[in-house]
């Protein structure tokens, strides 16, 4: 491995020009220079392009899509035409610190296994509060980012392997990509990071989170945090998740423990904790239910194509159903706390 790899930085825009001055500002700043810098425009109508265009038109090379690819899509649009050894991941609404990109570079030859890398994610409203170091899955496909919420008093200081990292600042060697394909186009949006960490992970690889690599994010800034765009697509992705790699013993399982799920859900909404209790805030109940009928509508609709995916990746599957059951015991997390923990 080169001392100083080139890396691709791919940042998905949909209508987050109030965000760019601020997220491309930062990458400017980098202490480690050898990248290059994709901005893959999802058909905005802010005038995001001509604003990046004439600020920064030297700095970023800029894809217009012709239509709203979601994060999957946009992201593949520039995989695809990047030159870096590894490709770096950054959401618009996210501020790197100077060093990040410094420090993800310096964890590469720690281990030949890990294609994926994490940063340590800080609210940017709240600079000691952790938004992620990592993900955690329940046992019915739905994972929430570890340390979510949490004051950071150095518990997440050390570097250490994690299930995989957000999708809003993860880095991945291009040869995983090369391996096992691209992001699953189907999910659109939420959950698309989950979708292609399990992959990677059943293909072999492993994830690291490196503490130094920090990053300022204001969680879900295009869509908002309790939106029901997002809460359709976490719930509708988690269940085509366990559709396409959940081993069959735990598929048979995961609507029980799904029901369990939707038990401390419920409680939530009623008495305003976790994410339901803060949906049932701005929206009703009802609005809630109605997500999830939409949700199984889409999930069933889709439900053949899965299969068929499912099918055809199984080749990639390199791990036994030993080390899948160690994720949940390694990196799992239980109904109660994913359900309401604020």
Not at 223 to 240: D, I, L, M, T
Not at 268 to 296: C, D, M, N, Q
Not at 307 to 329: A, G, N
Request: glycine share 8%.
């Amino acid at each position: 491995m080169n001392k100083n790899p080139f890396l691709s930085v791919i940042i998905p825009n949909y209508n987050g020009m109030n965000f760019l001055k601020e997220c491309l500002d930062s990458l400017k700043a980098q202490t480690f220079t050898d990248f290059e810098l994709i901005m893959v425009d999802n058909a905005s109508t802010d005038r995001s392009v001509e604003f990046v265009q004439d600020r920064y038109g030297d700095f970023v090379k800029i894809i217009q899509n012709r239509i709203n690819l979601g994060f999957a899509g946009g992201n593949n649009v520039g995989i695809r035409s990047a030159t870096g050894q590894f490709i770096v991941l950054l959401n618009n609404d996210a501020r790197a610190d100077s060093h990040w990109l410094e420090e993800l570079v310096k964890a590469i030859n720690l281990d030949p296994k890990v294609g994926m890398w994490g940063s340590k994610i800080y609210s940017y409203y709240e600079k000691d509060k952790i938004e992620a170091v990592g993900e955690l899955i329940y046992w019915d496909g739905l994972s929430r980012a570890k340390g979510q919420f949490e004051r950071d008093c150095g518990q997440f200081d050390k570097i250490e392997e994690i299930l995989f990292p957000p999708g809003c600042g993860a880095m991945y060697r291009k040869s995983l990509f090369d391996e096992i394909g691209l992001f699953d186009e189907d999910f659109f949006a939420y959950g698309d990071d989950a979708e292609i960490g399990i992959r990677a992970r059943l293909a072999g690889w492993k994830a690291l989170y490196v503490p130094k690599a920090i990053l300022y994010h204001k969680n879900s800034g295009t869509r908002g945090q309790y939106s029901p765009f997002k809460a359709f697509f976490v719930e509708r992705n988690r269940f085509w998740i366990s559709i396409k790699y959940f081993p069959l013993p735990l598929l048979i399982l995961s609507p029980f423990f799904t029901f369990l799920r939707y038990i401390y859900q419920a409680y939530g909404a009623l008495s305003h904790k976790g994410a339901a209790g803060k949906f049932t805030e701005i929206y009703s109940p009802w609005r809630l239910i109605w997500i999830l009928f939409k949700v199984y509508g889409s999930g069933l609709k889709g439900l053949p194509i899965m299969l068929k995916k499912r099918k055809r990746l199984r080749k990639l599957r390199k791990v036994s159903y030993e080390d899948i059951f160690y994720w949940f015991k390694n990196f799992g997390i239980g109904a109660k706390e994913i359900s309401l923990r604020n």
